[in-house]
């Protein structure tokens, strides 16, 4: 047979060829091959999510279907009720009370449950504030430049300069301590920061070669930062957004211990540990308790925006 009517080989076959026609180790031929013969599906399995991210993503869901399904479940008890009749006493962890009692003998595993609503309310609201406004100033300074990129960081700036708890309280001290208000004051803490990262990752995507080719071609600015700039940007405040959710959820806890944390009978982590501060010594598991879910949920939190950013993120390698 002919040269050129060979029968063409498959990339993996034509690198085994060519290697032992050259005289090539077996060892590194066998690995070389496998790669190409790999392909797609080795990058496929590189970016399957690690086993941590679905332990965070397990803790995440268990606790919001838990305080969603609080009253229906029949081991979670009444968290205003008292479980033990007479005289108020702090009650020891027992087989009744998984978590035990706090000072009014009230269920404190149940009042962390139900805890769990006021804290995640808080977090995500301020959150989603902060995305909306934050995200919308960032990518806005970050593609105009100019006068109003430096007015927008100008202000961002200035905000970033006040101490974060400080600026949360004096806005709590202005709208109220009622859950939406609060996660209100901590958005509006919340939104220099994201939009800092979110007008950095735009300035970095607004002069790439295919944003000035749509600029080229007529585009109008909208349409530019919607379609092109928007969904690269999108990784990065994804990562930082959840990263802020977890600074909301401990800022509540702290706004709590000074006494601006949501209004009793509402029930948060935060305003838990405060009940449970003046028990530390004799009584730690009642501040344990709400601690150790917020240690959780935050770990969980940052390392899903970590996971998250691995994932999304578009490499110059890759483009």
Same mark, same amino acid.
């Given at each position: $047979?002919?040269?050129?009517? +060979?029968?063409?080989?498959?990339?993996?076959?034509?690198?085994?060829?060519?290697?032992?026609?050259?005289?090539?180790?077996?060892?590194?031929?066998?690995?070389?091959?496998?790669?190409?013969?790999?392909?797609?599906?080795?990058? #496929?399995?590189?970016?399957?999510?690690?086993?941590?991210?679905?332990?965070?993503?397990?803790?995440?869901?268990?606790?919001?279907?838990?305080?969603?399904?609080?009253?229906?479940?029949?081991?979670?008890?009444?968290?205003?009720?008292?479980?033990?009749?007479?005289?108020?006493?702090?009650?020891?962890?027992?087989?009744?009370?998984?978590?035990? %009692?706090?000072?009014?003998?009230?269920?404190?595993?149940?009042?962390?449950?139900?805890?769990?609503?006021?804290?995640?309310?808080?977090?995500?609201?301020?959150?989603?504030?902060?995305?909306?406004?934050?995200?919308?100033?960032?990518?806005?300074?970050?593609?105009?430049?100019?006068?109003?990129?430096?007015?927008?960081?100008?202000?961002?700036?200035?905000?970033?300069?006040?101490?974060?708890?400080?600026?949360?309280?004096? *806005?709590?001290?202005? *709208?109220?301590?009622?859950?939406?208000?609060?996660?209100?004051?901590?958005?509006?803490?919340?939104?220099?920061?994201?939009?800092?990262?979110? +007008?950095?990752?735009?300035?970095?995507?607004?002069?790439?070669?295919?944003?000035?080719?749509?600029?080229?071609?007529?585009?109008?600015?909208?349409?530019?930062?919607?379609?092109?700039?928007?969904?690269?940007?999108?990784?990065?405040?994804?990562?930082?957004?959840?990263?802020?959710?977890?600074?909301?959820?401990?800022?509540?806890?702290?706004?709590?211990?000074?006494?601006?944390?949501?209004?009793?009978? #509402?029930?948060?982590?935060?305003?838990?540990?405060?009940? %449970?501060?003046?028990?530390?010594?004799?009584?730690?598991?009642? $501040?344990?308790?709400?601690?150790?879910?917020? *240690?959780?949920?935050?770990?969980?939190?940052?390392?899903?925006?970590?996971?998250? +950013?691995?994932?999304?993120?578009?490499?110059?390698?890759?483009?």
């Amino acid at each position: $047979m002919r040269e050129d009517q +060979r029968t063409p080989l498959d990339p993996a076959e034509e690198l085994r060829e060519t290697f032992l026609e050259s005289g090539a180790e077996a060892e590194g031929l066998a690995v070389d091959v496998a790669a190409i013969e790999a392909g797609d599906e080795g990058r #496929t399995r590189a970016k399957r999510l690690p086993v941590g991210a679905w332990i965070a993503i397990a803790w995440i869901v268990g606790i919001v279907a838990l305080a969603i399904l609080a009253p229906i479940l029949p081991f979670i008890k009444d968290p205003l009720a008292q479980q033990q009749r007479g005289a108020l006493r702090v009650a020891s962890p027992s087989l009744d009370v998984w978590f035990g %009692g706090d000072s009014n003998s009230r269920d404190v595993f149940a009042r962390v449950i139900y805890g769990t609503r006021a804290s995640l309310i808080i977090g995500i609201g301020s959150i989603i504030f902060g995305f909306i406004v934050g995200g919308t100033l960032g990518i806005i300074a970050g593609y105009l430049k100019g006068k109003v990129g430096e007015v927008i960081a100008w202000i961002l700036d200035m905000m970033l300069a006040f101490p974060a708890l400080l600026l949360a309280l004096y *806005f709590v001290f202005i *709208f109220g301590r009622e859950e939406w208000k609060i996660a209100l004051a901590l958005g509006i803490v919340a939104t220099p920061q994201i939009a800092r990262i979110t +007008r950095a990752s735009t300035i970095a995507w607004a002069d790439r070669e295919f944003v000035l080719a749509a600029r080229a071609q007529g585009a109008r600015a909208p349409r530019i930062v919607v379609r092109e700039i928007l969904p690269n940007v999108l990784p990065a405040m994804y990562s930082i957004a959840l990263l802020a959710m977890a600074i909301a959820i401990v800022a509540e806890a702290a706004l709590a211990q000074l006494g601006v944390g949501v209004v009793p009978p #509402t029930i948060s982590w935060g305003n838990i540990m405060l009940e %449970g501060r003046q028990h530390l010594n004799d009584a730690p598991w009642i $501040m344990l308790a709400p601690a150790s879910f917020i *240690f959780f949920t935050v770990l969980s939190l940052n390392y899903l925006g970590d996971v998250i +950013r691995s994932l999304l993120d578009v490499r110059e390698s890759a483009l």
